[in-house]
């Protein structure tokens, strides 16, 4: 008997680790879902609050705007620019101004049925009129191709501060008035130069990039979208 207590013992010590095992498999893949369900969850989150301050910028603008993805990015390396998922079809045209909740993101360059090419700010092809906010001094921010960029022709009689907020002048007529560019970083007033050399970081995190805003300017409004009052 005594032999068979311990056969029946040891069955039933196997047949509870077999069921343990399948519920600790049951368990694992159940945490797995609600991780996976989380995640879905946080990103939701994460694009509605991303939306919401767009449509806070789209309500105190006087400019009609269309919403757009980022789609892809240059993989060339010659240029700092992004793709949308928006393009002529939808009105789109070169030149068009580009923002995000932030700030001047860029404009667009190129445009298909379906998609456009829009250079970024930090390119350093573009050239963005500017004024400093605070004190009304001129300059042109240029990119220089990393992720900062420079505030170029600000002459030494000029009132400028590290800190101090860049924003589009208005000039030129791409961008409208008044747009967020960026912060002072670094000023350098050296004696053997004509202009103030002027570092700025740019209002936006362009590492972070996901949804922009197409500026639609007079004239560019394309049909079926209302101007917004």
Avoid at 62 to 85: C, H, M, N, Q, Y
């Amino acid at each position: 008997m005594g032999t068979i207590s311990i056969v029946r013992d040891i069955w039933r010590s196997y047949f509870f680790l077999v069921e343990t095992h399948q519920e600790n498999l049951f368990l694992k893949r159940r945490i797995n879902h609600l991780k996976r369900e989380n995640t879905r969850y946080q990103e939701l989150l994460l694009a509605n609050q991303r939306l919401r301050d767009l449509l806070n910028f789209q309500e105190n603008t006087d400019e009609p705007v269309l919403a757009a993805r980022v789609i892809g990015w240059d993989s060339s390396g010659l240029f700092k620019s992004i793709i949308i998922d928006k393009g002529e079809d939808d009105g789109l045209k070169v030149n068009m101004p580009v923002v995000n909740s932030e700030g001047v993101v860029g404009r667009v360059v190129s445009v298909s049925p379906n998609y456009a090419q829009v250079l970024l700010i930090t390119d350093q092809n573009s050239a963005v009129d500017g004024l400093v906010q605070r004190s009304r001094g001129r300059g042109m921010l240029k990119g220089n191709g990393s992720s900062e960029c420079y505030f170029d022709y600000v002459i030494k009689t000029y009132d400028i501060n590290t800190g101090d907020t860049i924003v589009t002048s208005g000039l030129g007529r791409i961008f409208p008035k008044g747009l967020y560019l960026g912060v002072v970083k670094e000023i350098n007033d050296s004696p053997n130069k004509l202009f103030k050399d002027v570092r700025v970081s740019p209002a936006v995190n362009f590492s972070k990039l996901e949804e922009v805003l197409i500026v639609l300017r007079s004239g560019f409004v394309p049909s079926g979208i209302p101007e917004m009052q």
